[in-house]
């Protein structure tokens, strides 16, 4: 079995996210992620030291031809210069005349160093640059545009240059370098780490890797950042072509302005996705002229407002990002059994995750979101299917330690019958024979208990002998086996029970930590042959081991310890400090239905456990079920009273039956030898009854045609709960809950 299922499963879940970070999987998610965190963000208003001057498709339909004439571009060029603008960019391809104009636009171009014109290298020869600028005052317009079309990522150099396209610098870096220059700050080129950053200002501007983020071998050629988008529309004010030439805008629009012109018109295909063109119905595109906008935006923000840039975590901190979230979800589903409690905190996971994710991306920080919620919910799957399986595997265990049990029990009981003489013999608590004969209700039961709570009709011999054997016998017993420490550990304090079995005593460990109180059972053999103890030794161990499964429920007496010494044999086990339910349940007294409730649900939630093993308790009374002093919780105690094997001829002269169970609690299947898991629901409903109506329930009239009890006219109880222990008490088992889970779904629906 493995020790560590949530560590494990987390590693599993995180190496496997890895390889696929590798192959590139999660990335289409984990950039559909980054697209709808920036929807979430709150838009920045329009940036004041930028115009965009767009020629709608109103303008494109206005004009004669397209692309304009050069003399229309001159005009238009000459009215924005007039307004002194910081700098201008025109987003239209000049490469070649479209007359008339063209010497007059030329001369423009080439002695005005207000102008930002483009050239472009895109795949299949690209648009060169107007052959009259210097290159130093050339801007390349290409977009850097990831595989599903979307554009994420700003690009400020691409040092692959063509013959027609020779500068290195983007359209938007030479307008914000323009601007900034203009202000006293000059773009520097610094060292740190052998490696070469750009500097403007305070600022350094860090290119994007092929795996920053969520990107996994990206195309990061040249020098990129991650386009941190103003708004979803224009990040500043727009005006028309035709408000421009018709001198309908205010100068101080243009004036120390970065003044960008481009097309707008959708006709014109200059349009492009962005992460926010799938946030609506329709599907939105945004132009080009706009995009550099973004982008000469955000680098004026980040190098004059302070605005900081997107930032990424190195590999190491992903890889520990990604693990930590798996292990926390292998890690709940361990500690929560509840399935509604499991969702529910797994879904508060997420959410934290998810939250944490989105703080982050708020104060410009893009960690991956997909792979860790992936892990999250993968690596919870993972253990939760282990635990299924572990889960089978002790059911497995338990059943075939319960079959070995009752062959063990056969053998013993076989043994003892050829010997045909009366012998005790102790069959360990938890599992019993389904041979079992059980007394008549007039007799009483045998059974044991752990802390020595015993009901009015238990006695811990069988029927025939006398009180004074029985004292004379304990006394004997006590004084010839009581020893002073068993095991070199366990100091006994007093004897707090005996029988034919041996004895059980109160005892102190003294190699824990404050001597804490132990209950010790001996248990001895009824004989010291080989084969005998052979078997009883096969026998202790197998039931050593179940009792040690119960034991791990909180509210069942948790077993410390089991040893052989001197071919006698103990079990340790916690000692409850409370007091028994019977305590609680004096006669004629009457409980309100309230608190009859809250004792089923005590005890029906600890019986869940147990059945799930598929193992009876046999002997469910109020003696067996202790009131816990520390928190008032009930424990239930004493699984399976302790036999006495007899021959058949001792049986047949005593005329007595070896008991499991206790008059009144124990159903008629039980009486022939045949207990259900039914069984226990029927004898934790008389309990109901009997604190309903004071009365034990061996004393409850009897219907002679069904079996059923009469009892509903002696409590005052609500229709609800009647019918729920009505159908506990059942005579005939297939009437009754075939399982309490059943039980518990009733009694969540009444009302106290």
């Keep these: 079995m493995i020790k560590h299922p949530a560590l494990v499963a987390s590693l599993t879940v995180t190496s496997l996210l890895l390889i696929g970070r590798q192959m590139g999987f999660p990335q289409p998610l984990e950039l559909s992620a980054y697209d709808r965190l920036l929807q979430l963000r709150p838009a920045l208003p329009p940036d004041e030291r930028l115009l965009v001057v767009e020629i709608t498709e109103e303008d494109v339909q206005s004009l004669e031809e397209w692309p304009m004439t050069d003399q229309l571009m001159n005009q238009l ?54 052959p009259v600028v210097p290159e130093d005052r050339v801007g390349l317009s290409d977009l850097t545009i990831d595989p599903n079309g979307i554009v994420r990522r700003g690009l400020l150099f691409d040092y692959n240059t063509t013959d027609g396209c020779t500068t290195y610098s983007s359209f938007s870096f030479q307008l914000a370098r323009s601007y900034l220059e203009q202000k006293g700050i000059k773009p520097e080129t610094i060292e740190q780490n052998e490696q070469e950053y750009l500097k403007f200002g305070q600022v350094i501007f860090k290119p994007l890797l092929p795996n920053s983020g969520a990107y996994q071998k990206a195309d990061t050629g040249g020098y990129q950042i991650l386009l941190n988008y103003r708004s979803p529309d224009s990040p500043a004010r727009n005006v028309t072509l035709k408000e421009v030439l018709n001198n ?86 361990l500690v929560l059994q509840h399935p509604g409690k499991l969702v529910l905190a797994e879904g508060v996971a997420l959410s934290l995750l998810l939250g944490t994710s989105v703080g982050l991306f708020f104060w410009s920080g893009w960690v991956p979101v997909v792979a860790p919620s992936l892990g999250l919910m993968t690596a919870g799957v993972g253990v939760l299917a282990y635990s299924a399986y572990k889960a089978l595997q002790e059911r497995t265990h338990f059943a075939e330690l319960v079959q070995e049990q009752e062959d ?67 006394k004997s017993t006590s004084t010839s086996t009581e020893p002073d420490l068993l095991k070199k550990r366990y100091e006994i304090k007093s004897t707090i029970g005996c029988g034919g079995f041996g004895l059980t005593y109160l005892a ?32 202790f161990e197998t039931e050593a081991e179940i009792l040690e499964k119960l034991g791990t429920h909180p509210q069942i007496p948790q077993l410390l310890a089991y040893f052989e010494e001197h071919r006698e044999f103990y079990l340790v086990q916690e000692h409850i400090q409370g007091h028994p339910l019977s305590e609680e349940m004096p006669k004629e007294k ?157 009694l969540n629906k009444i009302n106290c």
């Excluded at 171009?109 to 060169?128: A, F, M, V, Y």
């Excluded at 003294?510 to 103890?533: I, M, N, S, Y």
Aim: negative net charge.
């Design 508 to 539: 102190t460990d003294t190699q824990r930590p404050g001597k804490p109180q132990c209950v010790v059972k001996q248990l001895k053999p009824a004989h010291q042959d080989e084969k005998f103890l052979k078997i009883a030794r096969r026998l």
């Design 248 to 333: 309908q805008i205010d100068p101080n629009w243009v004036k120390d302005r970065i003044v960008l012109i481009g097309v707008s018109a959708p006709s014109l295909k200059d349009n492009f996705y962005t992460p926010y063109s799938f946030a609506q119905k329709k599907i939105k595109q945004m132009p080009g002229v706009m995009i550099h906008g973004q982008l000469v935006s955000q680098i004026l923000s980040t190098v004059l407002d302070e605005q900081p840039l997107f930032w990424f975590w190195p590999e190491w901190g992903e890889v520990l990002w990604i693990w930590g979230w798996s292990f926390v979800g292998g890690f709940l589903v």
């Design 408 to 474: 063990n029990i056969a053998m013993l009981s076989a043994l003892l019958s050829d010997r045909g003489t009366t012998i005790p013999v102790t069959e360990i608590p938890t599992v019993l024979s389904p041979q079992t004969e059980i007394s008549p209700d007039e007799e009483p039961t045998v059974t044991w208990e752990d802390n020595n709570t015993e009901d009015d009709e238990t006695i811990v011999y069988p029927p025939g002998k006398n009180q004074q054997d029985k004292k004379q016998e304990s």
């Design 77 to 130: 060029l000459g009215k924005l210069e007039q307004h002194k603008p910081a700098v201008i960019g025109v987003d239209i391809f000049r490469d070649i005349p479209v007359p008339p104009g063209h010497d007059k636009l030329s001369n423009r171009l080439k002695n005005s160093d207000r102008i930002i014109p483009i050239c472009s290298r895109e795949q299949g020869g690209g648009t060169p640059q107007p």
């Design 590 to 746: 009457r409980f309100p239905e309230a608190q009859v409730v809250e004792i089923l649900r005590g005890v029906l939630e600890i019986l869940s456990f147990v059945h799930k093993y598929q193992v009876i308790h046999r002997d469910i009374k109020p003696g067996n079920i202790m009131r816990r002093d520390l928190d008032s919780k009930l424990v239930l105690i004493d699984f399976g009273a302790v036999k006495q094997f007899q021959s058949k001829e001792q049986i047949q002269e005593n005329d007595s039956t070896i008991a499991i169970g206790t008059s009144g609690y124990a159903p008629p299947e039980q009486y022939a030898g045949r207990p259900k898991l039914s069984s226990d629901i029927y004898a934790l409903g008389m309990i109901g009854i009997q604190a309903l109506t004071g009365i034990h329930p061996s004393q409850l009239s009897v219907s002679d045609e069904t079996g059923d009890l009469s009892w509903r006219n002696l409590a005052n109880v609500s229709e609800e709960l009647a019918q729920i222990l009505e159908k506990m008490v059942s005579y005939h088992f297939i009437d009754r809950y075939q399982s309490v889970a059943l039980v518990i779904e009733d």
